[in-house]
């Protein structure tokens, strides 16, 4: 039974089951049970020498929740709230309901849930421990108008599944063991396309209709371990993460023509082709030029501006699209949750925004309105916790 498969053993503790026979629902329309691949008890290993949720696949739900530390909590009651909380996420992740769990029937079809935790200066102040020097607001860049109810936070708790009842039941368990220790500051949720929707691994698409994340370091490769985790202190195995809310005009961008669209990425929409290629990965050409001398792809595209000549100023994108309701008459309220993890903010992150606020034809259309930074511990083995290389 392809629903109750055990978790398979994972090296980086991210990487999911798969169904065997997982197209076979995207090539038949019957709809009866006997040909549809269900993946609601697929699971992602949760102990591990990293966290899960950032190496994993990205499922199609996430919600991003970040919690303000009570006056009262000090070094001894963080370790018992991460003690609980990993857990809850130990048992939820794995299709076992949480302690105490009120409603244990929503425990058991994980669909690839993954809780990853992340901090903020304020829970390392409290553990007394010393804060990466990347870790606060980022720089302030021109193009941001930044609403302080999207700002950082204590503690960062990531939740995503494929399935969107499963990601409510394991915040809602998640939070009623934070109650006595923080408040909820904000929470931000985003989806990518559902599951069996298309074949996994295809690239996802924002709400321009782009092809987004062609161009990212890839899991399991040397490029991926030496930037995206930290190598030394309490942050070894662990990782950083940017949350950037960024509202994506759809009434404006309605208004461009396709061919338009395409030269402010450098990208074509049916397929993500560079404007020089013809197939989604082929090298982009910056020195091709059109009859008239111009570059086919637009020095000042999305695409051009992002690409840094410098090999370490690479970051992992793992975004998700958002859609809130409409404000003032407008048709839309949506945009990227554009999530990125690397070693070093400063390093990595912080000059590839510089490029894109000095100059990138996408800011036409889009507006960064929330911005936080996390660090993000790494993974703990079982009977451990996560946060314990600062809190042990
Ligand atoms: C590439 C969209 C914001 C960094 C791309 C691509 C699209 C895209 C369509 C081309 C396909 C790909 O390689 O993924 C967007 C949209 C944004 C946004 C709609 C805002 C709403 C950002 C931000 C950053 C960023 C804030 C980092 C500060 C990159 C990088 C690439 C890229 C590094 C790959 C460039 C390369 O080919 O080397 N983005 N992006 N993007 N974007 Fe963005």
Known sequence: DLALRPPAPSASG????????????????????ASESLHGGNTVPFYGRHQAGIATEPQAHVTYVSLTLLDH??????????????????????????????????????????VTF????????????????????LPPF??????????????????????????????????????????????????????GTEQSGTTMRNLFGQVDGTVNLTPGTDDFDELVWCPDGWLAGGTSLVLRRIQMNLDTWDRLDRGGREQSVGRFLSNGAPL????????PDFTATTPIGFPVIPEFSHLARARSE??????????????????????????????????????QFVPIQRRLDELDLLNEWTTPI??????VPPGCAEGGFVGETLLG
């Open 118 to 137: 992340g901090f903020g200066p304020g829970f390392i102040a409290r553990a007394g421990g010393v804060a990466p020097d990347w870790l606060g607001p």
């Open 276 to 283: 020089t290629g013809s197939g989604e990965h082929d090298e």
């Open 14 to 33: 991210g990487v999911a089951t798969e169904p065997a026979a997982e197209s076979a629902a995207a090539t038949s329309d019957s709809g009866s049970a």
């Open 142 to 195: 021109g193009i941001d108008r930044l609403d302080p109810a999207w700002a950082e936070g204590d503690l960062l708790i990531q939740v995503a599944s494929d399935d969107a009842l499963t990601r409510a039941h394991a915040i809602r368990m998640l939070l009623k063991d934070t109650r006595t220790f923080a408040s909820v500051g904000w929470t931000q949720a985003g989806f990518r396309r559902a599951r």
């Open 370 to 375: 929330g911005s936080s930074v996390f660090a």
């Open 73 to 114: 909590v000090d070094r001894a009651a963080l370790t018992r709230l991460m003690r609980l909380l990993t857990d809850d996420a130990a048992r939820l992740t794995q299709g076992r309901p949480a302690l105490a769990d009120s409603e244990p029937e929503l425990g058991t079809a994980p669909a690839r849930l993954t």
């Open 310 to 347: 410098n090999a370490k100023e690479r970051i992992f994108r793992r975004g998700y699209n958002y859609d809130e309701t409409p404000l003032g008459g407008s048709v839309s309220n949506s945009g990227l949750l554009f999530a990125s993890f690397q070693a070093d903010v400063t390093a």
